[in-house]
Antibody, heavy 118, light 110 residues
Framework: EVQLVESGGGLEQPGRSLRLSCAASGFSFGDYAMHWVRQAPGKGLEWVSGISWNSGRIGYADSLRGRFTISRDNAKKSLFLQMNSLSAEDTALYYC???????????WGQGTLVAVSS | QSALTQPPSASGSPGQSVTISCTGTSSDVGGYKYVSWYQQHPGKAPKLMIYEVSQRPSGVPDRFSGSKSGNTASLTVSGLQAEDEADYYCSSFAGSDKVVFGGGTKLTVL
């Protein structure tokens, strides 16, 4: 069974940084693309970033303006999202997701909540 | 990279069919076969319902079907059931290693 467990969320002040992690199990992590998708309270899904199995392809939503960095450690079966210069607009539930390349998302974690407020 | 356009709401009675549209551009929906649909119940993580325009993952009822014409993709739910009431999101590959979602459609079973 695919399991994706996010961590690292919490309350942070505007302008500060946070690093999200996702621990994967139940599948061959190194064979799959991974994504971060966020959902602001009461709003829809927004794709944040994706990374291919070997980190050779990396993409980001244009709205991030270069503030976020995605990375992965296949040996540790882990996905990361470094978020810098946080603003209130980044407040959301952040989902870690297993992708089939950049075609679609096959499995989702339960999310970690990021709240940005002074 | 603009969000795909979905109607905010849709509804139907049990047993009826309902179709949800998802409109993009030639740079996303119209340019690739990589359109997918997700179902999300309140407080739950999304679930993949359709991928590559019309493919159904194992375990998804065949009441759910997908299609595409030009820059518009569609999800049809036939034989509506109470448990189909949820939010539905479309998504498309948008080139340059980017993905875009639709704004979501709230499906109500009357």
């Amino acid at each position: 069974e695919v399991q994706l467990v996010e961590s690292g969320g919490g309350l942070e002040q505007p302008g500060r940084s946070l690093r999200l992690s996702c621990a994967a199990s139940g599948f061959s992590f190194g064979d799959y693309a991974m994504h971060w998708v966020r959902q602001a309270p009461g709003k829809g899904l927004e794709w944040v970033s994706g990374i291919s199995w070997n980190s050779g392809r990396i993409g980001y939503a244009d709205s991030l303006r270069g503030r976020f960095t995605i990375s992965r450690d296949n040996a540790k079966k882990s996905l990361f999202l470094q978020m810098n210069s946080l603003s209130a607009e980044d407040t959301a539930l952040y989902y870690c997701a297993k992708g089939v390349s950049f075609s679609h998302i096959a499995s989702w974690g339960q999310g970690t909540l990021v709240a940005v407020s002074s | 990279q603009s969000a795909l356009t979905q109607p905010p709401s849709a509804s139907g009675s049990p047993g009826q069919s309902v179709t949800i549209s998802c409109t993009g551009t030639s740079s996303d929906v119209g340019g690739y076969k990589y359109v997918s649909w997700y179902q999300q119940h309140p407080g739950k993580a999304p679930k993949l319902m359709i991928y590559e325009v019309s493919q159904r993952p194992s375990g998804v009822p065949d009441r759910f079907s997908g299609s595409k014409s030009g820059n518009t993709a569609s999800l049809t739910v036939s034989g509506l059931q109470a448990e189909d009431e949820a939010d539905y999101y479309c998504s498309s590959f948008a080139g340059s290693d980017k993905v875009v979602f639709g704004g979501g459609t709230k499906l109500t079973v009357l």
